[in-house]
C-alpha cells in the first residue's frame, strides 16, 4: 500500500508557463484534496472532489484547475505560473462518511517555485 | 469566513516537560477537531482527534480537551522526547456549500530539548 503519492516532488517554473501536479492513492477513497502550504499560514484548500468526474472549489482556488477523470487520481493544474504560487502543495485523501470527520491521509508534498 | 486561531506559534520545552498548544475557531456548528504532526521535510500526520460530543480524548502521553461553549481546544503532551519536536496543526470543521471542510490553524513549532 503506496497511500497517497504525488508527482513530482520539487518543480521550478518561470512566470507564465504552465504544469500539471499529480495525486495518486490506492486505498480506494472517494474525496480527494489538494491543499497548499506557506510560512506561518497553515494549510489551505485549493479544491476537492467528492468522487470521480466532480470537483469543487475551497478556500483559494484562484489560479488553478482540477480534474478527476479516474477515482485514484487527481490533478492539480496551473495554467499561467506566478510568483505567488510558489508554496508547498499538499494532495489529501479520505473515504466517505458524508460527515466531513473522516481522517485525511496526505501526500509528501510538492515543492514549488515560480521565479 | 470562518478561521481557526493557534497559539504558541513557537514553544520550546526541556525533555520530559508538558507541552500545550491552544486553538479557538470560530464556527458554532464545527464538530470534528483533528491534530496533525509534521516533522521537518514531511506529510502531516493525524496523531488524535476528538468530536464534539467528547469533552477529552487521551491517547498515551497525548490527551486532547474541547470545550464547545468556549469554542476552543487543548493538545496536551506529557513527558516530552526530543522526537516529539515537529509543527503541531490544529483543525475544525466549518461548511463549505454541503461539504464539512476542514480549517487549518498556522501551526505551532515545537523544540523538545533533551
Known amino acids: 500500500n503506496a497511500g497517497v503519492t504525488q508527482t513530482p516532488k520539487f518543480r521550478v517554473l518561470k512566470t507564465g508557463q504552465s504544469m500539471t501536479l499529480l495525486c495518486a492513492q490506492d486505498?480506494?477513497?472517494?474525496?480527494m484534496y489538494w491543499y497548499r502550504q506557506d510560512p506561518g499560514m497553515g494549510l489551505r484548500l485549493i479544491h476537492y472532489s467528492v468522487g470521480e468526474g466532480t470537483t469543487a472549489k475551497g478556500e483559494v482556488p484562484d489560479g488553478y484547475n482540477v480534474s478527476r477523470l479516474k477515482k485514484q487520481n487527481f490533478l492539480l493544474g496551473l495554467e499561467s505560473a506566478a510568483p505567488s504560487q510558489t508554496s508547498v502543495y499538499f494532495c489529501?485523501?479520505?473515504?466517505?462518511?458524508?460527515?466531513?470527520?473522516?481522517?485525511?491521509?496526505f501526500g509528501p508534498g510538492t515543492r514549488l517555485t515560480v521565479l | 469566513g470562518e478561521n481557526v486561531e493557534q497559539h504558541p506559534s513557537t514553544l520550546s520545552v526541556q525533555e520530559g516537560d508538558s507541552a500545550v498548544i491552544k486553538c479557538t475557531y470560530s464556527d458554532s456548528a464545527s464538530n470534528y477537531f483533528p491534530w496533525y504532526k509534521q516533522e521537518l521535510g514531511k506529510r502531516p500526520q493525524l496523531i488524535i482527534d476528538i468530536r464534539s460530543n467528547v469533552g477529552e480524548k487521551k491517547d498515551q502521553r497525548i490527551a486532547v480537551t474541547l470545550n464547545k461553549t468556549a469554542k476552543h481546544f487543548s493538545l496536551h503532551i506529557t513527558e516530552t522526547q526530543p522526537e516529539d519536536s515537529a509543527v503541531y496543526f490544529c483543525?475544525?470543521?466549518?461548511?463549505?456549500?454541503?461539504?464539512?471542510?476542514?480549517?487549518f490553524g498556522a501551526g505551532t513549532r515545537l523544540a523538545v530539548h533533551p
Open positions: 486505498m480506494n477513497h472517494e474525496y
Open positions: 483543525a475544525a470543521t466549518s461548511l463549505l456549500g454541503s461539504y464539512n471542510k476542514l480549517i
Open positions: 489529501a485523501s479520505s473515504s466517505d462518511s458524508g460527515s466531513g470527520t473522516d481522517t485525511q491521509y
